[in-house]
């Protein structure tokens, strides 16, 4: 009789132990102030338990269980949905380019330094997804990485006559495009715009990429996909389901893009008002953002484009002291020599040898101040934005991984974008963007456990942000200072695996 009683306590306890809710990877933050867009405020002094990964209760009572793998004290701190950047480039080495790219080819050490830190770096500043709208070759570096922001990529549809693959003159830098698309030719043939998108889906990529780009400044020297080409793109990408991304900055390209149905533009619009082919452009400024508006296209600002061209011409622009946190200290020591001063020399020489304050005021006075006026006039119309900001943008290497984002929505808030726009522009807009809204982009039962713990309310001041206390990544507790690149602690991070 006693021996039955003693064996069912130990099938109850087994049954306890075995319940996913009891698990051991469970966790308990108590006493937390949520901070999430679906809220219409801050949800003050609730505890909230994680366990496989994912938000299992949300409760302003007491969570009690038999037993929890780890218990955080939450008082005073603010759970935040981590932040998703879906506009960033992994391949591309900041000061280098893409790694199929010359410089990068010729520095291929401190290319996988980096590599290595990249994904560390992004969490540092709490950017938990990704979404890389070209991908080139380099992105498998960054998901077999044992700890790394959940990554989702667009693949880029181009021809060999249009922008990006025409801008491409060695052959190694052309293979970085998997994607070459034949016009005018059937739906059947191999490298037709539909077999083409069959081929992508596939591969498991999540939005497709074009570009209407015809060239810098004000030339106008490339061709564009055709109308036809681009017709048929965006029939098949609707029945993959999958969205269909535009690069332009420019009105004209803007036009073109907003014409062929895109559902994204990943680029602010800064180039208007100041070329000489405007003129042929009917529409004005504000004709184009009311249709971009009517048509519901997302608009990611991207202004750490800008910005990382204008910071480059500064005096001492390698010695940010934010980047001793994020990048390799052996390709900050690259960064001062005089082969690291390429691309600088390139915008020297486009900018037919003005004063390096001068090209810099271009880029961060005039060019960003355009950017800015476009954010004013979507913030007046209430527009939702997407956070996103072409990480690293260019070769220059004021861009660094993580603190690129988190600077991209210091810029918003620069530009008077709202805090609580910045903070649905960074989780739930482009989660339902880009169609995982289901699993992230805010607070709530049964989404995906990649949040951050802030020292400071993001609703107050889009420091916050960079004041993290601790990330969560799929239910994991890390702190902050274990990303960072100067430390020995992500050694260790390196030898976990996941
Ligand atoms: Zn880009």
Known sequence: MERKIVR????????????????????????????????????????????????????????????????????ELYLAPGIMDSHVHVSSVPGMGFGVEPVAQRNGTLSEKYYRQQPYSFLYYGVTQVLDPNPGLQWPKFTSSPVHPDYYRCEVITSIDTFPMVEKTDPLSKTMFSYIVEEGVADTTVNSPEQIIERISASGASCIKVYFEDGYGDESQWPLLSDDTLKRIRESALQHKLP??????????????????????????????????????????????NQLMNKSIGYMPTQRVIAGLGELMLHNSHGVPEFSKVTPKELLEWYKQPSAQWFKEELRAGFDGLPDEVIARIFLKDRMGKGDKILQTLTEAGYPLLLGSDFPGSPSFSNQPGLTTFLEMKAMADAGVSLVAILAAATSNNARQFNIDKDYGTVEVGKVANLLLLKQNPLTTVDAWSNIHQVILHGEVFNRADFAADTMANKALQRTSR
Do not use: C
């Open 8 to 75: 069912s306590y130990i099938i109850i306890i087994v049954l306890i132990l075995s319940h996913p809710v009891f698990a051991q990877d469970s966790l308990l933050i108590e006493n937390v102030t949520i901070v999430s867009s679906h809220l219409q405020m801050p949800l003050k002094n609730v505890n909230v338990l994680i366990s496989e990964g994912r938000i299992k209760e949300i409760s302003s009572s007491k969570i009690v269980l038999p037993s929890v793998g780890k218990i955080l004290d939450g008082q």
């Open 244 to 289: 269909l991304v535009a690069h332009a900055n420019a009105l004209d390209m803007y036009q073109r893009a907003i014409d062929a149905d895109v559902d994204v533009i990943a680029h602010g619009l800064w180039n208007w008002g100041e070329f000489s082919r405007e003129t042929e452009v009917s529409k004005t400024m504000h004709g184009v953002l």
